[in-house]
């Protein structure tokens, strides 16, 4: 693969993702290939060559084609015994269908060749549910290693159904009908070139307001966090093997224990901004006081189901009216407080079982990650039969969705779809019970002291930020996807709708770190972003605090003896993403560079998963809303995992190769361990803490401003 690369000078060893240029043509084809499979993909496929392909196509004449010719005898079998019809809703929290999702992305993972994953793709597009295709394909192209590179179109363009409102599909709808080929009135802006219709896009609580926790909606429904999240779980699905794709490379325990560790301290910085406290706690014997009500329709028209305000867990109030019957998750209510008590269980005692009764100690350098297993019930825990798919049923039971008469007649929750998940408030009340597991788990480790934390002959002696403002602005997002046409229609591309949402930002701003060190020598920095007092003005101590703090920026600098001052922007956070490249300008760059008209370039990280860069402020308030700061300086630990190192042809993360770890420390330190005294965080010489005011302003200010200074 040829990688035509532009790197820019931001710091030494800043871990920053590049722009690549792609001149490689055989990849440009391969994203041409898989844009093409992803679009309309709620209709069968009107591309003439695809079609000749699925329609001659016979998994059953191909068995050798495929690296593992069981993987797709055993499809071919199951494809005939009869699978999830088209038009029918999708979820992998349901057994039976996620047995079929990942018969399928062993079929696509296992083609020989990319020609035969092409091909088996192409067929699917015709023949499996949409869901199901679109889910499996998506964790084959990023796992397969001819696949690698390709960037995956924005899933909010791709299925827009679960990103925005019922109402603004109907208006994609009515436009589509009403209005198609007329001339029609363009809202003015910025965008005005653009040739087709654009919908103001609003959150949730514009039609109803059951619960304040609504008016963090702009939060909780932004397409980028909930995409984000669907993202992560396309690159580390929980029910994949670790052992077959390198995951242990990747310490995937201890990531998707961190996943969680961030997203909520981000969603309560976010809270606090608009007057709210801590995440409520509950408990599944008193009625789940938020209800929810998602806004949103699944594409063959079912609503999502709604949760009322104080609704009943037990079985009895849960179920009230439908039928039983053998259905596993009838019982949720149980299951999760079983496998919630063996889990607790199994961090006092300070080991796990394993099926043939053998210990697995928690107390060790590995606990952390297999205690992440466990709760994750990967195929690398320890024991998912006795301590069990906790999520799975939690989602399902807090989810309120209804009990299927029938199999493939489901109506999943929103906690039941990646792509809505993070939408519900009950998501984070869930997740902040299994972090008290995990804190629970941390208390039982000796906390650091200030020998294990300093750095010696290394002082930050200074921090300085820019003035810290955020603002709401116009983002737009094509839903074209959302509607169906006809072959003429998808042969000419001429219908273009698209939706016009505000969504947070901040002003772009710079920071400087000063350190003193009394020789050369390499160092690992992070900065974390917390607060300083709670809703009630009261200052938050950081023993009870360290749980509170999201990681703003982690890298590595080589110090020299003396002054160092590194300046870094807010550009330049390597796990946090911009807005992805919409699908239409993707598919312009890559026919574009096919034809020979200019080359196809994006951001390196768009081919992985990232937190989008809008969120990396809290929205804060129009006086100014404390928040703080803490920066350490420790000497750097090379990684100790396999780590990619062939730079010549790899500018991010691949899965399995831990390249996302920048050093072999634990994610979250030095916040990972308990902290019982305030003064050994805070009066380290490698430390720093700087108090900081983050600003709301609305975005007709910040134009003013900026063309007063110009």
Request: aromatic share 22%.
């Amino acid at each position: 693969m040829k990688l035509l690369v532009a790197i820019l000078a931001l710091g030494a060893f800043a871990c920053t993702y590049p722009q690549v240029q792609i001149s490689d043509f055989r990849l440009l084809q391969k994203q041409f290939h898989v844009l093409n499979l992803f679009r309309y993909v709620n209709i069968p496929s009107y591309c003439k060559d695809s079609n000749e392909i699925a329609q001659s196509y016979d998994i059953s004449e191909h068995y050798n084609d495929y690296s593992n010719p069981q993987v797709a005898k055993h499809y071919y079998q199951i494809y005939q015994y009869g699978l999830l019809p088209r038009g029918q809703v999708f979820s992998i929290f349901y057994q039976e269908q996620l047995q079929q999702a990942i018969a399928l992305y062993r079929l696509f993972y296992y083609a020989k060749d990319y020609q035969t994953f092409y091909n088996t793709a192409v067929w699917a597009r015709q023949h499996v549910n949409e869901g199901v295709y679109l889910y499996s394909l998506s964790v084959a192209i990023v796992h397969r290693p001819d696949t690698y590179g390709i960037v995956l179109p924005p899933i909010y363009e791709v299925y827009p159904y679960y990103f925005y409102n019922n109402e603004v599909i109907q208006q994609a709808y009515r436009y589509k009908q009403q209005y198609y080929g007329q001339q029609r009135q363009q809202n003015q802006d910025e965008h005005s070139g653009f040739n087709g219709y654009t919908i103001n896009t609003n959150y949730s609580g514009y039609y109803l307001y059951l619960n304040p926790e609504q008016s963090l909606s702009y939060f909780t429904e932004d397409v980028r966090l909930n995409s984000f999240y669907y993202y992560y779980n396309i690159y580390y699905p929980y029910w994949l093997g670790g052992q077959e794709f390198n995951y242990q490379n990747d310490r995937r325990g201890e990531l998707f224990y961190y996943i969680y560790q961030q997203l909520l301290p981000r969603y309560y910085l976010e809270r606090l901004s608009n007057g709210f406290g801590e995440i409520e706690y509950f408990n599944y014997e008193v009625p789940f006081q938020t209800g929810y009500y998602p806004s949103l329709q699944y594409s063959n028209g079912l609503p999502f189901p709604t949760r009322p305000n104080y609704a009943n867990l037990y079985e009895y109030f849960y179920n009230y009216g439908q039928r039983y019957g053998n259905n596993r998750y009838a019982y949720s209510y149980t299951r999760v407080q079983d496998y919630e008590r063996r889990i607790r269980d199994a961090i006092d005692r300070g080991y796990v079982y394993s099926p043939d009764g053998q210990r697995v100690n928690l107390n060790s350098q590995e606990g952390l990650n297999v205690l992440g297993n466990l709760f994750e019930s990967n195929p690398d825990s320890p024991n998912t039969q006795y301590y069990g798919a906790l999520q799975v049923y939690a989602c399902h039971l807090l989810g309120y969705s209804y009990q299927p008469l029938y199999k493939y007649q489901i109506v999943p929750s929103a906690l039941e779809q990646y792509e809505t998940s993070l939408r519900d408030p009950a998501f984070y009340q869930f997740y902040k019970r299994v972090l008290l597991y995990f804190q629970q788990y941390q208390s039982n480790l000796p906390a650091y002291t200030p020998e294990d934390l300093s750095f010696q002959g290394v002082q930050v002696t200074n921090v300085e930020f820019n003035r810290l403002v955020t603002y709401f602005d116009y983002f737009y997002s094509d839903l074209c996807n959302a509607v169906y046409v006809t072959p003429e229609e998808y042969d000419s591309d001429r219908v273009q709708v698209r939706a016009r949402q505000y969504r947070l930002n901040h002003k772009a701003f710079t920071y400087k770190i000063y350190v003193k060190s009394n020789e050369e020598q390499q160092a690992s920095v992070w900065i974390y972003i917390g607060p300083e007092y709670d809703e009630y003005g009261r200052y938050i101590n950081i023993s009870q605090n360290r749980q509170n703090f999201v990681q703003f920026d982690h890298f590595r600098y080589s110090l020299y003896s003396g002054e160092n001052v590194f300046e870094r922007n807010s550009r330049q956070n390597y796990f946090y993403q911009n807005d992805r490249t919409s699908y239409r300008e993707l598919y312009q760059r890559v026919l574009g560079a096919l034809y020979g008209n200019g080359q196809f370039s994006v951001e390196a990280n768009e081919a992985y998963f990232g937190f989008p860069r809008r969120f990396l402020l809290p929205k804060g308030t129009y006086g100014g809303y404390d928040y703080q700061f803490y920066v350490f300086v420790s000497p750097y630990v090379p990684y100790q995992g396999q780590q990619q190192v062939d730079t010549s042809k790899y500018y991010y993360p691949r899965v399995g190769s831990g390249a996302q770890y920048i050093d072999n420390y634990p994610l979250g330190y030095p916040f990972n361990r308990p902290i019982y005294y305030e003064q050994v965080y805070n009066n380290i010489p490698n430390a720093y803490v700087y108090n900081a005011k983050i600003y709301h302003r609305d975005v007709e200010d910040i134009n003013a401003s900026n063309s007063v200074r110009e």
